[in-house]
């Protein structure tokens, strides 16, 4: 079982930058696919990026050229996702989560298919 806790949201202003983090506890013996994702009150859950096992990254068009999801290496019992978001837009205040699916591979953004999830941090980007 995984244990995922997000950290580093905050108010910010429109073209500023940001970088979220997601300490995964007792992460399993092997790599797996990873995800950021953000919701805003009154809608659905949207996939804003992946990576998976070998490092290739897949993001939301909206997202795209302004965000970079990356992560640790394995070691010990912890490892940390991040998501370096730049050129900030009003339309990214979200509360974001991170998210994981144990396969090795990432095949989409389908909330269903993540095994756990954080409990999410709020970014709240003004104009």
């Known amino acids: 079982q995984e244990q995922l806790a997000e950290s580093g949201g905050k108010s910010v202003q429109a073209g500023e930058s940001l970088r979220l983090s997601c300490t995964v506890y007792?992460?399993?013996?092997?790599?797996?696919?990873m995800a950021w994702f953000r919701q805003v009150p009154g809608q659905e859950r949207e996939g804003v990026a992946t990576?998976?096992?070998?490092?290739?990254?897949?993001?939301?068009d909206a997202v795209k050229d302004r965000f970079i999801i990356s992560r640790d290496n394995e070691e010990n019992e912890h490892y940390t996702l991040y998501l370096y978001m730049s050129s900030l837009k009003p339309e990214d205040t979200a509360m974001y989560y991170c998210?994981?699916?144990?396969?090795?591979?990432?095949?989409?953004?389908?909330?269903?298919?993540?095994?756990?999830w954080g409990q999410g941090t709020q970014v709240t980007v003004s104009s």
């Open positions: 990576i998976d096992v070998d490092g290739r990254t897949t993001y939301a």
């Open positions: 998210a994981s699916d144990l396969r090795r591979f990432c095949y989409g953004m389908d909330i269903d298919v993540f095994d756990y």
């Open positions: 007792e992460w399993n013996t092997y790599s797996h696919c």
